[in-house]
């Protein structure tokens, strides 16, 4: 089994910067992805950035330019610099981890959710 921990969220005023991280731990052989997701009230749960063994990088068109995606292989992190927030960018993010563990089987985690909020 795989535990995802997030940390980092919190309130901060538009233009500001704030940087999530994301612990994994467990048996874990290999990461395929690693992600951040978020989901604001009375949307669905929607991608902000990915990042895949290969060091690919994706993001969603709304924060490209503004936020990095970032993974510490040997640590089992991935963060997320998140500068000049929107008001816009305010939800719940949700760190993702996708792989196979140390027993072959595929794991697909998430974590419980860290709220961010921008003040406008």
């Known amino acids: 089994q795989v535990q995802l921990v997030e940390s980092g969220g919190g309130l901060v005023q538009a233009g500001g910067s704030l940087r999530l991280s994301c612990a994994a731990s467990g048996n874990i052989f290999k990461f395929n992805a690693m992600g951040w997701y978020r989901q604001a009230p009375g949307k669905q749960r929607e991608l902000v950035a990915v990042?895949?063994?290969?060091?690919?990088?994706n993001y969603a068109d709304s924060v490209k330019g503004r936020f990095t995606i970032s993974r510490d292989i040997a640590k089992k992190t991935v963060s997320l610099q998140m500068n000049s927030l929107k008001h816009e960018d305010t939800a719940v993010y949700y760190c993702?981890?996708?792989?196979?563990?140390?027993?072959?089987?595929?794991?697909?985690?998430w974590g419980q959710g860290t709220q961010v909020t921008v003040s406008s």
């Open positions: 993702n981890a996708k792989g196979i563990t140390t027993g072959l089987r595929a794991f697909d985690s």
């Open positions: 990042i895949t063994s290969g060091d690919s990088t």
